[in-house]
Structures are given as structure tokens and as C-alpha cells.
């Protein structure tokens, strides 16, 4: 990666004044949140989607009730302020806000894939870079990366690509959506319990390519599903606000990906969303 670290950040923000900055966008008595108001838009296409193939497992993602005050993440895909989380960290929030800088900036304007997990976030704050997306599928085995801020703390996922298939969102009988099937592997650093916070992150492939966007995991049987690189495709292109191709480094171990995560925590590309709900 060529960029040059020229950011006075380091890594992600404390606990303490992440505590801080919840405090601050729930009380809802600042007036800087009142200037911009949360459009939200939809996309759904309508051309026939692509048949996925059986990988002998099947995944229900259950319907999580209505929308509460939650926190995830997203990563800058256009250096002019665009970014991609999960449909669901964004959906039936009041008010969306993105760290940044030791404050919270207000989101207004964001598109949501009614076709998969993800939706683009635009004229959000402006990124030193951007990510490289990919529509091609890692081969069986292969290595994958999982960023984000699973209960609020940064965190690489390692894992392994299973295969393409379908999950019921919303229970069973619910709308069938295209994903992404890993194993998960270990944690960097060392960690227990649910990914959540996880949710809207990048995942890369080996070749440090963005391939997914983190949807859902299953602790018991240790998947981690991600959203279809081709759907995040259609979505982007809906957008029409992503113009810049991205960077990429080689991720062959873990090692390496720790190493960029790091770099992408510091230089603001990997950054903590709230959700506001009144």
C-alpha cells in the first residue's frame, strides 16, 4: 500500500472515550445533530439473480425485532466520502453518525441493497484512500480477513472460504440472500464471545481485495457469513458514487493483515457507526 501515513490517529479509540462519545450522540440535546436529516434510500434490482451453488449448509439469520441503538462498522470505498456497511447496521435508524477525528459526524445520505446485507453510505467524511472491491470468489480453503469492532474493540477475523449459498433473513420463510460461507479461524488479537459490532466491515481476500461485507455469524457451528461480492457490486454501481479503484497489499498470512488493519485504523479507512434510534 503506497499511501503515506500522515495521520496523528493512533489505532482506534479507547474504550473509555468510545463510552464518551455514546453518551454525547444518545443524549440527542446537541444541536449539531439537528441540521441534516437521515435520507434513506432503496435499491432493488430487478434483473434475475445468478443461481448459487449447495455447499451441504444451510443459514437462518433470525429477524432481530425492531431497530435499537447499535454500533458497527464500515470502510471508505471512494476517497470523496462514500462508504460500505451492513443494510442492517443502517435500516430503521433515527439518526447515523461515523467517528471521526475523537467526535461523531452525522450521516445523511444512504442507499440500502434490498437484495443483500450492505448499503453504500455517501457524502460521509473524506478518506486518505480507498478500498479495492472484487467481484471474484476466493478459491475453497482459502485464506479470509474479517475487520471491525466486534463489541466495540478492533479486531482481524481469520477464517476460511466455504462456498456461495443462500440464507433466510428474517427466520425461516424469510428473504432468501446471497452470501458468503467462511470457517472462522483465530482471533487478533485473542478474543471470546459474539462478533457483533463486527457487522459492516471489509472482508478481504488474500490478495487484499474487499470480497464481502461482514453480515452475520454463527457461534456454534463457527461460520461467519458475508455478503455477495456481486450484489455489492450492483449496489455500487446504483451508487454511482465510487470512482476511485483502490489499493491493495498482499495478505498471505495473518500476519500481514494485522499489519494492514492497523494501517487502516490509523489512517481512518475502518471506522466505528452508530445508530440512533428516538
Known sequence: MSSKRTSNRRGCLPWVLGGVLLWIWFSGDDPQWQDGELVVEQFDPRNPRRPMPEIGESFVIADPGPQ?????????????????????????CDRLGMVSDGAIDPLVDVLESAEADVSVIRQGPQARFALALTEDLPEEGALGYHMGFPAGEPSVVVSRYIGQTFAQRGGPGGVAEPILAWAEGDRLPPTDGALGGISGGPTFDEQGRVVGVNAASTPRRGRVLTTDPVAIGRLVQASAAVDDRGQITNLSTPASAASLFRVLLDQGIIRQVYCDVR
Open 68 to 92: 435499537q441503538d447499535s454500533q458497527g462498522t464500515a470502510f471508505a470505498v471512494d476517497g470523496d466520502g462514500t462508504w460500505l456497511t451492513a443494510q442492517h447496521v443502517t435500516h430503521g
